[in-house]
């Protein structure tokens, strides 16, 4: 499942250069070349992880930041600064204001992809090809398996792709739109209540010991996978 990345840089040639690399690299990237059209693209489905360059056109990346880290829908996406400030001071607002890494202009494409692959790991460390643990419950993508404490757990193709992403992105919440965008991708029209079948469908496949409360609903939002009690 390739990532999406939002490129945030005033400089035209940067910020083709960046999103050539990345593209080559198999991410697919979104542009924005100030802070109004950062703002507009930080959206339903939220990119993966956002590249913000320190000075923009109609505010800071540091503003965005802050903006993003306030928000119950965005603060969990992961960002990088992109600046040519390297000062200490510089890099310790930059730090308070959330984000995840610090990268000085001038960088090589080889640094630029090795930090992005640092902090993907850092906020979602599972392979997408390892088997996943999460209090009794385990998902192999492999050898295509989930069981319970060791007892096997039939589940449709559906509901394991479902599964897999939850378990890949614990604690965060997504909407119907987005789990449509990233299970069922973004070239299959499905309707938006299809997700809310499947929901029920997994959740009644891992009944037994309190798993199934592990896919919470979110009023308004959408759902989340947790092992944290909810009021």
Same mark, same amino acid.
């Given at each position: 499942?390739?990532? *999406? ?38 959206? =339903? ?8 360059? +320190? ?10 930041? !802050? ?28 730090? *308070? ?32 090809? =390892?088997?996943? =643990? ?24 559906? =509901?394991?792709?479902l599964l ?19 299970? +069922? ?13 499947h929901i029920?469908?997994?959740? !009644? ?17 959408g759902y ?8």
């Open positions: 499942m390739s990532r *999406d990345i939002l490129v945030v840089e005033d400089e035209a040639p940067i910020r083709e250069m960046i999103a050539f690399v990345l593209d080559n690299n198999g991410f697919n990237v979104i542009e924005a070349e100030d802070f109004d059209s950062a703002m507009e693209q930080i959206k =339903e489905p939220y990119p993966d992880l956002i590249m913000l360059d +320190w000075m923009l056109p109609g505010g800071s990346g540091v503003k965005i930041a !802050k903006t993003l880290k306030r928000n119950e829908y965005t603060r969990n996406i992961p960002i990088i600064m992109l600046t040519a400030r390297s000062d200490e001071d510089d890099k310790v607002t930059g730090f *308070d204001a959330g984000i995840d890494d610090y990268v000085t202009k001038p960088f090589s494409p080889k640094e630029l992809i090795a930090r992005i692959k640092a902090v993907i790991r850092r906020v979602s460390p599972t392979s997408l090809e =390892e088997p996943i =643990e999460f209090q009794g419950l385990m998902l192999d993508p492999v050898a295509y398996r989930v069981a319970i404490d060791g007892e096997p757990v039939e589940l449709g193709p559906t =509901e394991f792709k897999h992403f939850f378990m890949t992105h614990a604690e965060r919440v997504y909407s119907r739109e987005q789990l449509l965008d990233n299970v +069922w991708g973004t070239n299959v029209f499905v309707e938006d209540r299809t997700v809310d079948v029920r469908r997994l959740r !009644k496949a891992i009944t037994g010991q309190g798993h199934e409360n592990f896919i919470q609903t979110v009023r308004g939002a989340r996978f947790s092992g944290k009690v909810t009021a």
